[in-house]
């Protein structure tokens, strides 16, 4: 009887420890395209474009990095890495990636 009785608290107090947190980081959501987009900026920043590098995408339309994306994918345009980068995602993927960049 005393350990159903512990297991309930210990579960009661679980929940009522998680329902604080899950609240606050609920607003805090990090979706896919970010995700994804977050290893972008590696080559692509306004600090790469001003030496010299890739562009910085964070003033490209979404449009323009779908269309450009599907064209790496597909091969339509060549590249030395974007095409090696590109081949892995899916239309969802590049829509969702150039949703959070192309903000």
Do not use: W
Not at 36 to 43: E, F, K, L, Y
Not at 85 to 102: K, P
């Amino acid at each position: 009887m005393k350990k159903s009785r512990l297991t309930f608290a210990g579960l009661v107090g679980a929940v009522a420890l998680a329902i604080p947190f899950a609240q606050a980081t609920a607003g805090d959501e990090i979706t896919r395209g970010q995700l994804m987009a977050d290893t972008c900026v590696n080559c692509h920043s306004a600090a790469s474009a001003e030496a010299g590098g890739a562009p910085d995408l964070s003033n490209y339309p979404s449009s323009l990095i779908v269309s450009q994306m599907k064209a790496f994918r597909d091969g339509e345009r060549p590249g030395t890495v974007m095409d090696r980068h590109a081949t892995g995602y899916t239309d969802e993927e590049i829509e969702a990636l150039a949703a959070y960049v192309g903000q």
